[in-house]
């Protein structure tokens, strides 16, 4: 694993599926989607550690980017899952070497939390950046502004879904998350020249 030293970015991020509320799916942009998701994990590492509660649709990304990399960056990347979920795990999740299990409890919305309060608890997060997304991204993003208080959010609402409603309800978002599309100048700007 990476060394403790290193600074952590939180990734929450889904594809909106049409059987689900229609809310996330009619504005999702799913080519921003997963433009995102390739810009994030190719701009932080292995400058940083990036850390997601793997979802099916996110962890075959992140793996297609991390095997194009030319050298090793497994330390570089953390992904939580919920034993809930066990009999479903995409079959990416196995090219990962850092896995954090959660126990199981009861039902899926008990498991997710429990696999989320670990995960922001475990960690300090420099940012968060929220890509997409049904009502899980929102889920997140309120559980982590509470338990990560000084990170930079960056609620991505050109890529639409839950993204798009957690921008929308913010006092004075930054525009540029609406409308820019250049989403590497964005990681850039708004975490690499941060630090």
Do not use: C
């Not at 990347?77 to 034993?83: A, D, E, I």
């Not at 090219?95 to 670990?118: C, G, H, Q, W, Y």
């Amino acid at each position: 694993m990476a060394k403790e030293t290193l600074k952590n970015i939180f990734l929450s991020a889904s594809v909106p599926l049409p059987e689900r509320d229609p809310i996330y799916i009619e504005t999702a942009d799913i080519v921003a989607i997963r433009d995102a998701v390739i810009a994030l994990v190719t701009t932080v590492i292995p400058k940083y550690r990036l850390i997601w509660g793997g979802h099916p649709s996110i962890t075959p990304l992140v793996n297609y980017v991390v095997q194009k990399q030319k050298r090793s960056v497994q330390e570089y990347v953390l992904l939580y899952q919920s034993r809930f979920f066990e009999q479903y795990f995409p079959e990416d999740n196995n090219a990962f070497e850092n896995v954090i299990l959660t126990r199981a409890l009861a039902d899926k919305n008990a498991s997710l939390k429990l696999m989320r309060e670990t995960m922001f608890r475990n960690h300090t997060f420099e940012a968060g950046i929220f890509i997409g997304g049904m009502e899980g991204v929102e889920k997140e993003y309120t559980l982590f502004r509470e338990l990560q208080p000084e990170a930079t959010f960056i609620p991505l609402a050109s890529t639409g879904a839950a993204s798009k409603i957690i921008f929308d309800n913010q006092i004075n978002p930054d525009r540029r998350f609406l409308n820019d599309f250049a989403y590497s100048s964005i990681f850039q700007e708004y975490i690499l020249d941060k630090t």
